[in-house]
């Protein structure tokens, strides 16, 4: 009788999960040699359905978990619970989780409690304080703890799990948000929004959504956004809000009446690269952005104190800003009023991939699940 063919499960449950993982999970789906699940958490519902819609991919697993203003407890929880149950009726050769969320910790926890080998896409991040930002930094250093396979997108990656001691394979892949980000650039149909006038007006695109900059942190990068309009009468913001209202109320306070502000739902991801396309810079404490905006050329002023991708800062692609309004104002205004201070951020190297990162993670992988079979009983 032959033996079926291994199986990877694919966890994801958050947009940006989806996004780094829809190309993983394409090169995956397409060996032959594989057998791949996708197993949907519900961390997040519609925001991960359109990511996964736009790429072509459906859930073979969806542990529907998402309740209305959830804590970080419940999604743990409840990911262990679903997932002990997933891995029982359908036990995986191998688990791939993605980044450093809450769905990826539990989803690495789950596979270790069941004994079955865990590979970390984006490993070895690292800001090295463990609140900063909460939960992820603590999130991340527990998965490279329970993985066997580190899939460090750089060099710095790659020697932060070196001398963290991590047991297992290293392997410097490039991050699949290039992947991702490279393949949707080719269709990406402009963003139209009314009153935003591309042609005539420099737009900054921003996001903000992280836990350690709700409250006091959060009112002031809204007065710096607001300072940053008046100063500049040519220049528009363009802030797709977190569905979050801890986050989406105190902007609305402050920006839904200003002309220049708008005020979006989150964009879908081929309305997002169009809009870090067309935009001139970035203020974002995302950690994606940091990644994707400098593949388009574009400046990063990111709204932290710390950032686990000093990669983006060392080649001149991103600069750490914090959330005090003045600064927010200096800095933009800076890159908009100063042609030479401009092109040197956008025209820095992007220390990030070149595209093939998701390629180089199934070809680890099927050679990790061969030795695997050649271990003795």
């Given at each position: 009788m032959i033996a079926p063919a291994p199986l990877v499960s694919i966890v994801l449950g958050t947009r940006p999960e989806a996004i780094k993982l829809a190309p993983v999970i394409l090169a995956f789906q397409a060996a032959a040699d594989l057998r791949t699940r996708v197993v949907l958490t519900g961390q997040h519902r519609e925001m991960v359905a359109q990511v996964m819609e736009l790429f072509g991919l459906s859930a073979d697993c969806d542990l529907a978990l998402m309740e209305p203003r959830q804590t970080l407890t419940h999604v743990t929880c409840a990911a262990l619970q679903g997932l002990r149950h997933e891995f029982s009726e359908h036990r995986p050769d191998l688990v791939l989780v993605q980044g450093d969320t809450t769905t990826a910790f539990a989803s690495a926890l789950a596979a270790f409690y069941e004994q079955i080998p865990v590979g970390h896409v984006e490993a070895g991040l690292r800001t090295d304080n463990l609140l900063d930002p909460f939960p992820e930094e603590a999130n991340r250093r527990l998965i490279s703890q329970l993985g066997q396979l580190h899939f460090a997108p750089t060099s710095v990656s790659e020697a932060n799990l070196k001398a963290s001691g991590v047991v297992g394979r290293i392997l410097v892949t490039g991050n699949t948000v290039i992947d991702a980000l490279l393949r949707m650039a080719e269709t990406a149909p402009q963003l139209e929004l009314p009153g935003l006038d591309w042609q005539r007006q420099r737009v900054i695109l921003a996001t903000v959504h992280r836990r350690e900059n709700w409250g006091e942190r959060l009112q002031?990068?809204?007065?710096?956004?607001?300072?940053?309009?008046?100063?500049?009468?040519?220049?528009?913001?363009?802030l797709p809000l977190h569905r979050n209202p801890t986050v989406r109320e105190p902007l609305e306070a402050l920006l839904g009446s200003h002309p220049r502000a708008f005020l979006t739902e989150p964009l879908d991801y081929d309305r997002l690269v169009a809009a870090i396309r067309g935009a001139t810079l970035l203020l974002t404490d995302s950690g994606g952005l940091q990644e994707e905006a400098p593949a388009l050329g574009k400046p990063v002023l990111v709204l932290r104190r710390t950032t686990e991708r000093p990669e983006a800062v060392s080649a001149g692609t991103a600069k750490l800003i914090g959330t005090d309004a003045e600064a927010i104002v200096r800095e933009a205004s800076l890159l908009l009023d100063d042609p030479a201070a401009y092109a040197a951020m956008a025209q820095a190297r992007n220390p990030f991939g070149d595209g093939q990162a998701s390629g180089r993670i199934l070809e680890a992988s099927r050679a990790f699940l061969a030795s695997r079979t050649l271990e003795p009983a």
């Open positions: 002031s990068i809204g007065r710096g956004f607001l300072e940053l309009l008046d100063r500049h009468p040519d220049t528009a913001l363009l």
